[in-house]
């Protein structure tokens, strides 16, 4: 089991997760609550070490947010490794997210480019002076009452780029509470026939942020690769209830 701040989380079996697999990479489709690498604590489980038990020589070619769902690259060589981590710098790896976001916002390739300072301990912020540059563009998917689904594409890979250059837009992503982003309940949107008993709490429709690693490409050599991640149960539902009760 893996303890959560909001739940207890039981992995799947690491050869679950995988979406893709040849000699050179694992494609893996990440579930949230789970680190990509080591952390300074240790002894949690995380991607890296899951990786080198399915294959020793395994490396995590990038991370994503503990609580971000999605597409994730693991070479199995240091050849392999070598390459996607150039081009990742290089920025040669097209990156997609999905977000659900508070309120409704057409976004049509909105570039939002705001550099990001960060202050170490996961704490980032917008400074125009120190920060270094920073790009997204952001289109918006589909429409509810209260919220919306967005595309997003970071052009630049900042520490919390999405996360916080959707807040300049006043489009906190749902359950982000480190930048106001508020979570969704179901007697929120669900305005008649939700009861809940007395010694009962209510609990979010979705225990995390809602930002879900969708889609990357990119090209090693001559050969072009181009993956895609299911959503995972949690983003799902929360797109089902949203259609069915705040549309």
Do not use: W
Request: charged share 30%; net charge positive.
């Amino acid at each position: 089991m893996i303890s959560s701040d909001k739940r207890l989380f039981k992995f799947p079996k690491f050869e679950d997760l995988i979406i893709h697999e040849d000699s050179n990479m694992l494609v893996i489709n990440k579930p949230p609550y789970v680190a990509s690498l080591d952390t300074r604590g240790g002894g949690e489980v995380n991607i890296l070490r899951l990786a080198k038990q399915y294959h020793r020589d395994a490396q995590v070619c990038h991370r994503l947010d503990k609580d971000t769902s999605g597409i994730l690259l693991i070479a199995k060589n240091a050849e392999t490794y070598r390459a996607i981590s150039m081009a990742f710098e290089h920025r040669e790896v097209d990156k997609v997210y999905h977000a659900i976001i508070d309120g409704t916002h057409v976004f049509e390739n909105l570039l939002v480019d705001l550099p990001i300072l960060n202050q170490g301990n996961k704490n980032v912020v917008i400074d125009r002076y120190r920060g270094k540059p920073s790009e997204t563009v952001f289109n918006s998917l589909r429409y509810f009452k209260h919220y919306t689904l967005v595309e997003c594409k970071p052009i630049t890979g900042r520490m919390h780029q999405i996360r916080i250059h959707l807040a300049t837009q006043r489009a906190a992503i749902v359950g982000d509470d480190l930048y106001k982003g508020k979570p969704v309940y179901l007697s929120q949107i669900k305005k008649r026939g939700y009861t809940l008993s007395k010694d009962q709490e209510e609990l979010p429709i979705m225990k995390r942020f809602a930002l879900h690693a969708k889609r990357v490409k990119f090209t090693i050599g001559d050969q072009d690769f181009e993956f895609e991640a299911e959503y995972p149960k949690d983003f799902a539902t929360l797109l089902k209830q949203l259609d069915k009760y705040d549309s």
